[in-house]
């Protein structure tokens, strides 16, 4: 069984950077196998694809919304991934959910299990 | 990048009703879809994948169908813990899209 917790959700301003986190663990889990991804979901509305890193690093794929702002990366030494989200924007503002894919992350997949979650506001 | 469209977004239903949510997509994903309920205030989770394999611990009320672009998510005996939010999700290429979502309410 998979536990992933998010952190570092909060309040920024327009045009600011944030990094969310999210921490992995579980018994019988090796992080290092498996592609992560970041889903987003603003308030009331639908759930929307992020960004993917692939087990060892060497793939990332991103949304077109967010190309060129947000940039994932991982650190399998501390099973965490992360999002670094920079020129932040209102549209932004989203409950921030990482997912553990199913296999290696590249190619695609679906989502094998979710954190709980952290809310990123963007407003002045 | 491949759109998909759920329809209804809204049903109403009754304690032991078949409830049948469509999927749609622009273009052909051959079976690479997959399914999730989500509860207010929780985070999604899986159903089914590639289109029509029951995840585990899901109960089997649930099924899923079809190929290409069009598909179909069943439950066979609607019961009160089935009141949810459904999403689509392709997997067939890149940028992953979800379907706009069905709230699934019980009479």
């Known amino acids: 069984q998979v536990h992933l917790v998010e952190s570092g959700g909060g309040v920024v301003q327009p045009g600011r950077s944030l990094r969310i986190s999210c921490a992995a663990s579980g018994s019988g889990f090796t992080f290092s196998y498996y592609g992560m991804h970041w889903v987003r979901q603003a308030p009331g509305k639908g759930l929307e694809w992020v960004a993917v890193m692939s087990d060892d690093g060497s793939n990332e794929y991103y949304a077109d919304s967010v190309k060129g702002r947000f940039t994932i990366s991982r650190d399998n030494s501390k099973n965490t991934v992360y999002l670094q989200m920079n020129s932040l924007r209102v549209e932004d503002t989203a409950v921030y959910y990482c997912?553990?894919?199913?296999?290696?992350?590249?190619?695609?997949?679906?989502?094998?299990?979710w954190g709980q979650g952290t809310l990123v506001t963007v407003s002045s | 990048d491949i759109q998909m469209t759920q329809s209804p977004s809204f049903v109403s239903a009754s304690v032991g009703d078949r409830v049948t949510i469509t999927c749609r997509a622009s273009q052909g994903v051959d079976s690479w879809l997959a399914w999730y309920q989500q509860k207010p205030g929780k985070a999604p989770n899986l159903l089914i994948y590639?289109?029509?394999s029951l995840q585990s611990g899901v109960p089997s009320r649930f099924s899923g169908s079809g190929s290409g672009t069009d598909f179909t998510l069943t439950i066979s005996s609607l019961q009160p813990e089935d009141s949810a939010t459904y999403y689509c999700q392709q997997a067939k290429s890149f940028p992953l899209t979800f379907g706009g979502g069905t709230k699934v309410v019980i009479k």
């Open positions: 590639v289109a029509s």
């Open positions: 997912a553990k894919d199913v296999n290696s992350g590249s190619p695609p997949s679906w989502f094998y299990s």
